[in-house]
């Protein structure tokens, strides 16, 4: 019998069933009523390198995190009855959503980057001369599966919308129902009001700053802005058309890894490292995942599902313990894109000053990955 959390315990933490019913000083309850997130709780500080503008926020605490994945980073916890998520040992749950076997569910993360603003924070949007400010917002986990070995590669693909749809829903609150959970300065999309920053991610393996083997992704909602957002608007604002348009249209041909419909997978011209893909939405008015139509959403799901398959299969080929990110580039500049990072080559010191060495090229890359792509569908 496969590890889950059963009913029972979900029951137990279960906060809400549907977090769009939430207003926002309802979600900022539940985080501030969280007794065990104050052990943990981010310094609340954001300071920006001055060369580039990357935005670096403190948390001493989250050194104290435990990790519950070896040192080689296996695909499932090598003994499943110590999975904390398993076992109910997590913090109260926000959303839940049924599967074919199981469910997903969303929650806050014990170990936050981000917490909500504190009235000490008032002056967040000023800069000191240090170009410090204050840091806050709110930092979820989605449990993809609550069944512990179930994740992106390996779950039915109406499962997958379910995950993307309960994504999608928590991404709409933030930004479009957000209430008093982010101050008005903190606007960047002037055309649809988004209000502060959602950041999607998943870390797979411990070499990528996974600490738990039961599949996740995890959203910040933050007053901060990305350096990939910033660049994503700057890119747009230069060349007078999204990244994603230019991507769509011009990376070549060959490169393409797989057409899902309103979906293409490739892999782009300027590989950093071995097996990188991206994922766009072909209609490029798109710029968040919760703007997706229903092909969309499956075609979405779809892609995910085969870029990680893809990446989980050739890695141990290649001799590499299997490791990865994705992240989810949203908001205005960027179209809606996911980007792949899988961990096949290590960083050196030319790669931070910008020259990156890659081991591998695109051409070879996507002729394989079209191989185990294909295979798969």
Known sequence: MEHTIDRSQIEAIL?????????????????LDEAGLRKYLPDGVCRQDPRDG???IYNSARAKRPHHIGEAAPAVEPDASKCPVCNGNTTGILDVAELSSGVTFINKNLFPILYPQTESQSGAGRKDVLGERSAFGYHFLQWTSSVHTRDWQNMPLADLVVVVRRLAALERKLLFDSGSMMPDFE????????RGFVSIIKNFGKLVGGSLAHGHQQIGFSNIMPRAFRNNLQYAQKHGELFADTMVRDNPAHLQVADFGSTVLLVPYFMKRPYAMMLFIKDTSRQYVCEL???????????????????LTVMPDSGRTSAYNFVIHNGPGAGLYVEFLPYTQETGGFE?????????????????????????R
Not at 16 to 22: H, K
Not at 293 to 311: F, K, N, P, Q, T
Not at 358 to 364: A, G, H, R, V
């Open 15 to 31: 906060q809400a069933e549907d977090l769009t019913g939430l207003s926002g000083d309802e979600m900022a309850r539940f985080f």
């Open 54 to 56: 990357a935005n670096i």
């Open 187 to 194: 606007s960047w999309d002037n055309v649809k009001n988004a």
């Open 293 to 311: 139509g229903d092909e969309e959403v499956s075609d979405l799901a779809a892609g995910i599902h085969h870029a990680v398959r893809a990446i």
């Open 352 to 376: 931070h000053l910008g020259l990156w060495v890659c081991q591998n090229n695109p051409e070879n890359v996507a002729k394989q990955l079209k191989d185990v792509v294909g295979a798969g």
